[in-house]
C-alpha cells in the first residue's frame, strides 16, 4: 500500500477547515433597542406627574422588582415595583396572577401608557401585562425599608413612601381588632384594621375580602409587619401581600380583654357559643344593618306577624379561677315592644338549657333604652365566678302578639 | 490426498459460511432496526402528527458501500439522515417499480415490513448516482429485486425474538426457483406480534404475505406477477415534552394509553393495509437489449386514530394545563406539589382515563333539534364529549413503468424509461368508538360559538346537524388527485480510466383536490375540484470517475433539477377548502459531490464531499391549537436549504478473522434564506398572518445528528461463529425550530437586552451521546439444511438519556417560552433481537 497517514488524512483536514469557515451567525429579525436615555429611574417617573395625567408617547422604559403580586388575592390586576430610588404600582388591564410574581425583575415599557393620580395615589395606569411588563430575571432579593408610622405620614399631598415596600417593627394591632378577621371573605369586602406602635401612633391595614387570608383571625401579638404603604385620599395605609408578611408573635405592650365575641366572622356558633330553641323556631342571626358592615348578633320574633318563642344563645364555658377582677361587658341595642331581654349565668350547665341551673344577672347590666340606640351594658362584676365552667346564656322570648328586635355585640370578659 | 479433500471441502464451507453469517447479519441487523426511524426518516414533527413510519435504512444495510452500510445499522437509532436529506430524495423501487408516495414523496417501509427474506435482495446506491431505472434523486436509489426467477432456491423458516416494536416474528418463505416447466413461484409470509412493546401501551399485531410468480415464455419473454401487503395494527408512542419524562423517570413515557376498566388501552392505533401488485413484462430484445414493462395497482386502507372531545376537558396528560408546571407559582409550592406528586403516583392522572371519559359520556343526555338536517327531528341521548375517531387516509393508484437499456459497444451503454402513475388518495374520518355515548354531531365546536350563522358551523351542509354514529364518516371529506409522467434517458461510458455517466429528466405533475362535502365555512370552495396545479420539471446529472490507478479512484457527480411541490404542502387547509398555497412553485435543487476512493483487498475507503442547494421548497406544518380550537396550518414558501458536508468510510482486514471498519461524517445543514410564512385556520376565512418574512438564515434544518462516527470490530471464527462490536457517537443535533418565533412579529415590544429575544431566537442543541451495539452468531450444516443463530443488542449500556431529536412546539408564549417547551424524543435503552432460522 503506498497511501500514508497525509494522503488520506490532508483532504479531509482541507475539508474541515473550509468547512467549519462557513458556519455563519443565526439570522435575527430587527431588535429595537433601548438607548441610556431612555431608561428612567421610577423616582424620576414619579416626578413627572405634576397635576395632570401623562400618556407616554415615546418609548421610555423603567426597571424595577415585583414587590407584591396578585397571588394572595390581596391584589387584583395590580403590581407593585420598586427600584433602588423609589417605587410605583402597576394598574393592570388583565389579572396576571400566572405571570409575574414577587421577586421577577421586569421592564416596563412606557409607552401608551398613562401615569395618573387616584385618590392621591400615583400609579401608572392601561398597563398591559402581556406587553408592558417583560420580564428580565426572577428570585430578586426585596428588602423592605424599615420605617415607622410617623414616617409614613402625609407630606405634602403624598406619603412619601407611597407604593414602597415597608417593614414596621414593634407594632400590635388594636384590641377591638383582634377578635376580627382581616376582611370579610363571605360578603368579600374590604376591612380595614388598625396597627398601632408602642406610642400610641396608629395606621390602617387594609385588606380585600377576595384575599385569601380575609377569614383569618387578626394576629394578637406585638412583632414586624411588612407591607406596601398606598394611600387613599387623605388616609396613608398598608396593603398586605400575604399572611407571612405579618410577624407578631411577642407579648403586647396593650393587653387586650381576656374575650371578645364581635361576630365579625358572621357566625352565631363559632368559638362555642350555642342556641336553644325552647318555644317556636325563632333563631339568632347575624346583621349588620345600619352599623356600616360591622356586624353583631339579632334575634325578632315578628316576620309580618308576631310567632311565640322561647329561643336562648349560651356562651362557651370560661375558666376565671385566675383573673383577679373579672368583668363582663357587651353592646345591646334594641326596638318594639315586647318582653326584655334576660341575662343568666351559671357554673353548672349540664348541656340542657331547662335542666341546668341558672343565675339571672339581668339587672345587673345596663341595656339599651330602645330605637335601636346602642348602649354598654357598664362593667358586670364577676368575682363571684372565680372558677372553672362559667357560662352565660341570653333568653328571648316572644309571644303571639309582641317581641322585641334584640341586637347583641361585643361581648367581652375581661381583667378590671 | 484424503487430508487434502478435506481441507478444500472445510475451505469451501468456511467460505460460503462467512458469506452467509455476513449476509445473515445484515438480516438481523435490519430487523432490529425496522422500529427505528433512521436515514431517510421522516422530521420528527411529522412523527407527532402521526405520519406513516418511512423508515428505509433496512434498504441500505447490505450495500456494497462501507460508508452506507455501517450507517444503516449503527446511525438508525438517532433519527440519523445520510446526508441530511428527507425522505423524498431517496428512491425506492421494486423490479424498477417506484413505490414512493406520490403525495409526501416519501418511501413508506411499513406497507412491505415483515417481508425482509424479499427485500434483503436489492440494489441500493446512495448520493447522485447513474441507474438503469430511472432519473433519481440526490439520495440515491434502491430497487428490491423481486423477481421470482431471480429468487435464491430453497426454504427458509425463522423465528425471532425481541424486545422493541414487536416480540415476536415467524417467518416462511419459499422459492421453487425456474423449474423445469419454466414457472418460478415465490411465496414470503411473516407474522409478527407484541402484546405490548418496548415503550408502554403500544402493541403490535403485523402479517405480511408475498407471492411472485414468473413464467418464462422463450428466452427472450418473460412475464411475471407480484402481489405483497402488510396489514398492520400497532398501538402508538407519544413524543412529551421534558417535564413528563422528568416525573415519571422514564424517557419513553408515552401520553397516548389509559386504562379501561382495568385494562390498558392505547387512543392512537394505526391500521394500514395498502397492497400492491404488479405485472412485469422482460423482454429481452436481443444480448445488447433490454426492455422491461410494468403495469402496477395498489389500494387500501391508511387509517390512524386519535381523541377528540366536544365541550370538555382536553383528556391528554401532557397537555400544558394538565402538567404540574402549569400549576407553580413561587408562593403556593403545595399545590405545585401535590400535582407533582398526582402526577407521579396517580395512573389516572399520569395516563389518560378513559373510565373518566366514559363517565362523562354517560351523563350528557342532550337534545339535538333538526337532526340530519331533518326540521322537527330531534334526537334525545347522551352526546358523546369524548370519541375516538380515525384519520382515513386510503388510497388507489394504477400505472405502468417501462424501462430500456441497449447496450452500443463496449464502451456505451444507453437507457432511458418512462413512468406514468394516477393516483388518489380518499381522506376522510370515521367514527370509531362513541366511547359509550348515543351518538356525536358533525358540528365545529369552535365555528358554532364564533359565527353568528348557524350554517357556518356544520362541517357537512347537505346534512346539518348529522348525527354521527359509530363507522359513519365525518369531519371532512376529500380526495387528493396526482398525476404523474416521469421520463429519462441515460448514457453510460466505461473506459480504462474513466468512467462517466450523463442523464436527463422530464416530468410532469397535476395534482388537484375534490371536495366531497360542502363546508359551512366555506361553502364556495369546499365542494368539487379545486384548480389544477400543474408542474412541468427537468433535471440534467453528470458524473465521472477517474482511476488514477485500478486502487485509486477519484469520483464527481453532479446534478441540476426542479421538482414539483408535493400535493401534500400544497393546500392551506385540504380539510376544509381547495384554497392553494400562494406563490406556489417548483423547488430547484443543485448538488454536487466529490469522491475519493481507494480499493485494496484489505483496505477500502471512501472519503467525500458534497454540496446541496435547495431552493423554494415549500414546507407545511399543521397542529391542534387549543385556543383556537382548531387546526392551524403553517405554510412557508420560498424555503432555500444548504447541506454540506464530508463523509468517510474505511474498511481494514486486519487478518483474514479481523475486519475494522470506520464510518464518519460531518455535515451542516441549514436554511439559507429568509421565506415567508402564511398562517391560516382550518375554521375561519381569515388568515393569523399573511406573508410574514422569517429570519430562518443560518438556522440549522436540525432533528437529526450532524456528526456521527462509528468504529467497530468483527472476528469471524474459522469455527463457523462471528462476534463484533460497534462504537457509535453522535453530537451536533439541533431540535427543529418554529418559524414564527424568528419574525419581527414576534420580538415586537422588546429589545436588544430582555432575555425573551434570547429565548425566541435561541436553536437549542442536544447533548452528545454515545451507543455500543453487540453482534454475533453462529451456523451450523446439518446435511444440506442450515442452522442459523443471531443475537443483536443495541445500545448495551443501556443509555436512556440520549435525546435524539426534538422540536420547538409552534404554539409558543413569546413571554414565557418554558410554557410550551420542545417536545423530545429518546433513544430506547438496551434492546435486543435474537433470530434462529433454517434453511432447507
Known amino acids: 500500500m503506498k497511501m500514508t497517514k497525509n494522503n488520506i488524512f490532508l483532504p479531509f483536514a482541507v475539508g474541515l477547515l473550509i468547512f467549519s469557515g462557513c458556519l455563519k451567525e443565526y439570522d435575527s429579525p430587527p431588535v429595537a433597542e433601548l438607548p441610556q436615555g431612555n431608561i428612567v429611574t421610577i423616582d424620576s417617573l414619579r416626578k413627572i406627574y405634576t397635576a395632570f395625567d401623562t400618556t407616554f408617547t415615546s418609548d421610555l422604559s423603567i426597571f424595577g422588582t415585583v414587590t407584591a403580586d396578585e397571588v394572595s388575592g390581596n391584589l387584583y390586576k395590580t403590581l407593585y415595583i420598586q427600584d433602588a430610588t423609589n417605587a410605583i404600582q402597576l394598574s393592570m388591564t388583565a389579572s396576571a396572577d400566572r405571570l409575574f410574581f414577587e421577586g421577577d425583575e421586569v421592564r416596563v415599557a412606557l409607552k401608551g401608557l398613562t401615569l395618573s393620580r387616584q385618590n392621591n395615589m400615583i400609579k401608572l395606569t392601561n398597563v398591559n401585562p402581556e406587553k408592558n411588563i417583560i420580564k428580565q430575571r426572577v428570585g430578586e432579593k426585596i428588602t423592605p425599608k424599615v420605617v415607622t408610622i410617623q414616617n409614613l405620614n402625609i407630606n405634602g399631598i403624598y406619603s412619601p413612601y407611597q407604593g414602597q415596600l415597608v417593614q414596621l417593627n414593634h407594632v400590635e394591632f388594636i384590641c377591638n381588632d383582634i377578635w376580627s378577621t382581616y376582611a370579610d371573605p363571605i360578603a368579600q369586602y374590604d376591612q380595614n384594621r388598625t396597627l398601632s406602635d408602642t406610642l400610641g401612633n396608629t395606621i390602617i391595614v387594609r385588606s380585600s375580602g377576595y384575599s385569601s387570608f380575609a377569614g383569618t383571625t387578626v394576629a394578637g401579638g406585638k412583632g414586624s409587619v411588612t407591607a406596601i404603604v398606598s394611600q387613599y385620599n387623605n388616609t396613608v395605609q398598608l396593603t398586605l401581600r400575604k399572611l407571612d408578611d405579618v410577624q407578631l408573635n411577642g407579648s403586647r405592650k396593650v393587653i387586650c380583654p381576656i374575650y371578645m365575641k364581635n361576630f365579625e366572622d358572621q357566625s352565631i356558633t363559632s368559638g362555642g357559643w350555642t342556641t336553644k330553641n325552647i318555644v317556636g323556631n325563632i333563631n339568632w342571626s347575624i346583621a349588620n344593618i345600619g352599623s356600616n358592615n360591622t356586624y353583631y348578633a339579632m334575634i325578632s320574633n315578628y316576620s309580618g306577624s308576631n310567632t311565640a318563642c322561647e329561643t336562648w344563645l349560651v356562651s362557651p364555658a370560661f375558666d376565671l379561677t385566675n383573673v383577679a377582677n373579672p368583668i363582663l361587658y357587651f353592646q345591646s341595642a334594641y326596638k318594639y315592644s315586647g318582653d326584655p331581654l334576660k341575662l343568666y349565668v351559671t357554673t353548672n350547665y349540664t348541656g340542657d338549657v331547662t335542666t341546668t341551673t341558672w343565675t339571672d344577672i339581668t339587672s345587673s347590666a345596663i341595656w339599651s333604652a330602645g330605637s335601636f340606640v346602642w348602649s354598654n351594658s357598664g362593667n358586670i362584676n364577676l368575682s363571684a365566678y372565680k372558677q372553672a365552667g362559667v357560662r352565660f346564656a341570653f333568653k328571648y322570648t316572644g309571644t303571639n302578639s309582641n317581641g322585641s328586635t334584640w341586637e347583641i355585640d361585643d361581648f367581652t370578659i375581661n381583667d378590671l | ?840
Open chain 2, 1 to 840: 490426498m484424503r487430508n487434502f479433500k478435506l481441507i478444500l471441502v472445510a475451505f469451501g464451507l468456511l467460505s460460503c459460511i462467512e458469506v452467509q453469517s455476513q449476509n445473515d447479519t445484515l438480516i438481523s441487523s435490519d430487523d432490529t432496526l425496522t422500529r427505528f426511524v433512521p436515514q431517510f426518516s421522516t422530521t420528527i414533527e411529522q412523527l407527532d402528527d402521526e405520519a406513516e413510519n418511512q423508515d428505509v435504512s433496512g434498504l441500505l444495510q447490505s450495500s456494497r458501500d462501507v460508508y452506507t452500510s455501517i450507517a444503516g445499522f449503527n446511525f438508525g437509532a438517532v433519527r440519523f439522515r445520510i446526508r441530511g436529506y428527507d425522505a423524498e430524495n431517496f428512491t425506492a423501487m421494486m423490479n424498477g417499480v417506484p413505490l414512493n408516495d406520490q403525495e409526501t414523496g416519501r418511501a413508506i417501509w411499513a406497507y412491505w415490513g415483515g417481508l425482509n427474506d424479499i427485500t434483503r435482495y436489492q440494489e441500493s446506491r446512495i448520493g447522485i448516482t447513474s441507474s438503469q431505472l430511472n432519473f433519481g434523486g440526490i439520495g440515491g436509489y434502491s430497487n428490491i429485486i423481486a423477481r421470482a426467477s431471480a429468487q435464491r432456491k430453497g426454504n427458509r423458516v425463522s423465528y425471532a425474538f425481541a424486545n422493541q416494536t414487536y416480540d415476536h416474528r415467524l417467518m416462511v418463505t419459499t422459492s421453487t426457483g425456474l423449474m423445469k416447466n419454466n414457472l418460478a413461484v415465490t411465496f414470503s409470509g411473516s407474522l409478527r406480534y407484541a402484546d405490548e412493546g418496548y415503550v408502554e401501551g403500544t402493541f403490535f399485531r403485523g402479517a405480511s404475505y408475498f407471492l411472485s410468480v414468473e413464467k418464462k415464455f422463450n428466452e427472450k419473454h418473460s412475464l411475471g406477477f407480484v402481489g405483497f401487503g402488510s396489514p398492520t395494527v400497532s398501538g402508538g408512542q407519544s413524543i412529551s415534552v421534558r417535564e413528563a419524562y422528568y416525573l415519571t423517570g422514564n424517557n419513553q413515557y408515552n401520553s397516548y394509553w389509559g386504562y379501561q376498566n382495568g385494562e390498558k388501552r392505547n387512543s392512537r392505533v394505526r391500521n394500514t393495509h395498502k397492497p400492491m401488485m404488479m405485472l412485469n413484462h422482460y423482454f429481452k430484445i436481443n444480448s445488447t437489449t433490454n426492455l422491461n414493462t410494468s403495469l402496477f395497482y395498489t389500494f387500501g386502507k391508511g387509517g390512524q386514530t386519535r381523541l377528540n372531545w366536544y365541550d370538555a376537558a382536553d383528556p391528554r396528560p401532557d397537555y400544558y394545563r394538565n402538567l404540574p408546571s402549569y400549576y407553580y407559582n413561587p408562593a403556593d409550592i403545595a399545590t405545585y406539589e401535590l400535582y407533582s406528586q398526582l402526577w407521579q403516583t396517580d395512573v389516572n392522572t399520569q395516563q389518560l382515563n378513559f373510565d373518566q371519559m366514559y363517565f362523562a359520556n354517560s351523563k350528557n343526555l342532550h337534545s339535538v333539534l333538526d337532526a340530519n338536517g331533518i326540521k322537527g327531528n330531534t334526537v334525545t341521548g347522551n352526546r358523546a364529549k369524548y370519541i375516538i375517531e380515525e384519520y382515513r387516509s386510503d388510497v388507489q393508484q394504477y400505472g405502468f413503468n417501462t424501462t430500456f437499456n441497449h447496450q452500443l459497444n463496449d464502451y456505451y451503454t444507453l437507457s432511458g424509461g418512462i413512468y406514468g402513475s394516477f393516483y388518489k388518495s380518499m381522506n376522510f374520518k370515521v367514527l370509531d368508538d362513541l366511547l359509550g355515548a348515543d351518538y356525536w354531531v358533525d358540528v365545529d365546536r369552535f365555528a358554532e360559538r364564533d359565527f353568528a350563522d348557524e350554517s357556518a358551523a356544520q362541517t357537512n351542509l347537505e346534512i346539518p346537524n348529522h348525527i354521527i354514529k359509530k363507522g359513519d364518516k365525518f369531519g371532512y371529506d376529500y380526495d387528493i388527485n396526482v398525476q404523474n409522467l416521469n421520463s429519462f434517458g441515460q448514457i453510460e461510458a466505461k473506459s480504462e480510466k474513466i468512467d462517466w455517466y450523463a442523464g436527463l429528466n422530464f416530468s410532469s405533475t397535476v395534482f388537484w383536490r375534490t371536495g366531497n362535502v360542502q363546508n359551512g365555512l366555506f361553502p364556495e370552495s369546499s365542494k368539487g375540484d379545486s384548480d389544477k396545479e400543474s408542474f412541468i420539471n427537468f433535471g440534467v446529472k453528470g458524473g465521472a470517475t477517474y482511476k488514477i490507478t485500478g486502487r485509486h479512484l477519484i469520483g464527481v457527480n453532479a446534478t441540476y433539477f426542479t421538482a414539483a411541490p408535493s400535493s401534500r404542502d400544497a393546500f392551506v387547509s385540504p380539510r376544509t377548502r381547495n384554497q392553494i398555497v400562494d406563490n406556489l412553485k417548483s423547488e430547484t435543487t443543485t448538488s454536487g459531490d466529490v469522491n475519493y476512493m481507494i480499493r485494496y483487498p484489505k483496505f477500502k475507503m471512501r472519503l467525500t464531499g458534497f454540496y446541496t442547494s435547495v431552493k423554494d421548497k415549500t414546507w407545511s406544518r399543521s397542529f391542534f391549537h387549543d385556543e383556537y380550537n382548531t387546526y392551524v396550518n403553517y405554510m412557508m414558501t420560498g424555503v432555500n436549504q444548504l447541506f454540506m458536508g464530508t463523509e468517510l468510510g474505511l474498511e481494514f482486514n486486519i487478518s483474514p478473522t479481523i475486519e475494522v471498519s470506520t464510518a464518519f461524517t460531518m455535515g451542516n445543514y441549514t436554511y439559507v434564506s429568509r421565506p415567508k410564512v402564511t398562517i391560516s385556520q382550518d375554521n375561519s376565512i381569515k388568515l393569523l398572518a399573511e406573508n410574514k418574512l422569517v429570519y430562518l438564515e443560518n438556522y440549522k434544518i436540525g432533528g437529526m445528528p450532524e456528526t456521527a462516527a462509528s468504529i467497530g470490530a468483527k472476528y469471524n471464527a474459522p469455527k463457523f461463529w462471528f462476534a463484533g462490536a460497534n462504537f457509535n457517537f453522535f453530537m451536533d443535533t439541533y431540535i427543529e425550530i418554529n418559524p414564527d418565533r424568528r419574525t419581527e412579529e414576534a420580538l415586537q415590544g422588546f429589545v436588544s437586552t430582555d432575555p425573551q429575544v434570547t429565548n425566541l431566537l435561541y436553536q437549542q442543541r442536544l447533548d452528545d451521546s454515545y451507543t455500543l451495539n453487540i453482534f454475533g452468531g453462529k451456523s451450523w450444516k446439518i446435511k444440506d439444511y442450515f442452522l442459523r443463530i443471531n443475537v443483536n443488542v443495541n445500545n448495551i449500556l443501556d443509555t436512556k438519556d440520549f435525546a435524539t431529536g426534538g422540536f420547538e412546539q409552534l404554539r409558543y408564549d413569546k413571554q414565557n417560552i418554558n410554557k410550551f417547551p420542545p417536545k423530545l424524543s429518546y433513544m430506547y435503552g438496551r434492546t435486543y433481537f435474537a433470530m434462529i432460522s433454517f434453511t432447507f
